[in-house]
């Protein structure tokens, strides 16, 4: 799964990305400074990895990741070809979901595109940009749908809901601003809509601010919008992000204590975006590795067997499984105090794998 890094130029995209993969992507003070999208893999934070691995003695140990595309300066009048629109817009096109960055901060020696510090403008900006185009794609499938729709009920009532679609987007609002029933929701995904895309809002904050959001009151109005989407913000100050991503952890821990800071901006955006996209992480842990394999919510137990291997998938008897926090709670740990508790469980091909838990299958070759 991917996620596309967006926002006007000289908001801290490329700051953040530089954060988050350590990839030296090129910042510079001046628009469209990113063109081709950089792309990087990220680890993704789970401290019960670590704990695993000390417990069982791992010699390997794998996190799950998550990879993030960093696309370049979006400006007013991208969706007709503005400052290399097209292209931008299709690189949006390919991502599975939207880190949306927004200027939080004041700064004499940073040029903003526009010439002032109004996050809600370069919100409704670029979501102006990307609503265009599927207005765009919209009226070209509208007029293509209409030729049948006179003589075919169920073309009828597609043209309807395009339609209906389309004259929300006129008003504005983004697409994933609308109610709408399972049916009609399973609709619109078809669509590959771009403000249909699900998004986190990332309040870029000077480091003054980074210990201390709730004084800063552009924060404030970026956490209202998002919630009027339905969307999720998160708060952090991307240039103060690439400083601690250069530490080593024990230094960024006491880098952040000395802060005030609970938990960096980068680990609240990649949690974040692991939710966004309705992914979890079921466990394996022994003397060989301990890892983490990333799921889809509400992915059962033979599919969950199948991302190790297509044989366990194919071959699938049962899933022997524990959750982590009652594992830690009630057996301090230890599988062996499970299975004495009878707590380690045996799950059949109904079962619905949950968030952290740690899992041997057992299959037929």
């Not at 700064?107 to 595109?113: A, L, S």
């Not at 809509?193 to 709730?214: C, R, T």
């Not at 949690?271 to 983490?292: P, Q, V």
């Not at 297509?310 to 009630?330: P, Q, S």
Request: with cysteine; charged share 30%.
């Amino acid at each position: 799964m991917k996620l596309g890094i967006v926002g006007l130029p000289n908001v801290g995209k490329s700051t953040l990305f530089n954060a988050i993969t350590k990839a030296g992507a090129e910042a510079a003070n001046y628009p469209f400074c990113t063109i081709e999208p950089n792309v990087g893999v990220v680890t993704v934070p789970d401290e019960r990895i670590r704990v695993l691995t000390e417990l069982n003695k791992s010699r390997k140990t794998i996190y799950t990741t998550i990879e993030f595309c960093d696309i370049a300066g979006l400006v007013k009048g991208a969706s007709q070809g503005e400052g290399l629109g097209n292209k931008f817009l299709g690189h949006i096109r390919e991502v599975a979901a939207i880190v949306h960055v927004v200027r939080c901060f004041e700064n004499d020696n940073i040029v903003h595109v526009s010439g002032q510090i109004d996050p809600l403008s370069d919100i409704e900006t670029i979501n102006t940009e990307l609503i265009l185009s599927d207005m765009e794609v919209l009226e070209r499938r509208i007029a293509k749908t209409a030729k049948g729709a006179r003589n075919d009920k169920a073309l009828a009532a597609e043209l309807a809901m395009l339609k209906k679609v389309n004259e929300f987007l006129g008003t504005g609002k983004s697409a994933r601003a609308m109610e709408l029933d399972e049916e009609e929701a399973a609709f619109v995904e078809t669509l590959g809509l771009l403000s249909y895309k699900p998004i986190i809002y990332v309040a870029n904050v000077s480091e003054d601010d980074a210990a201390d959001e709730a004084g800063n009151p552009y924060v404030q109005k970026v956490r209202e919008f998002a919630a009027s989407e339905g969307a999720e913000a998160i708060c952090c100050c991307a240039e103060l992000e690439q400083e601690i991503s250069e530490l080593e952890d024990d230094e960024k821990a006491m880098f952040l204590e000395e802060m005030g800071i609970e938990e960096s901006g980068l680990d609240k955006l990649i949690k974040a975006s692991y939710r966004l996209l309705d992914l979890i992480s079921f466990l394996t842990t022994g003397e060989d590795e301990t890892r983490a394999w990333t799921i889809k919510v509400g992915t059962k137990a033979p599919q969950a067997a199948g991302k190790i291997h297509t044989d366990f998938e194919k071959g699938f008897i049962r899933a022997e499984t524990i959750n982590y926090d009652v594992l830690m709670a009630e057996c301090d740990g230890s599988m062996v105090k499970a299975k004495e508790k009878g707590l380690l469980r045996s799950e059949g091909k109904e079962y619905v794998v949950k968030d952290g838990d740690i899992i041997t299958f057992l299959f037929n070759v």
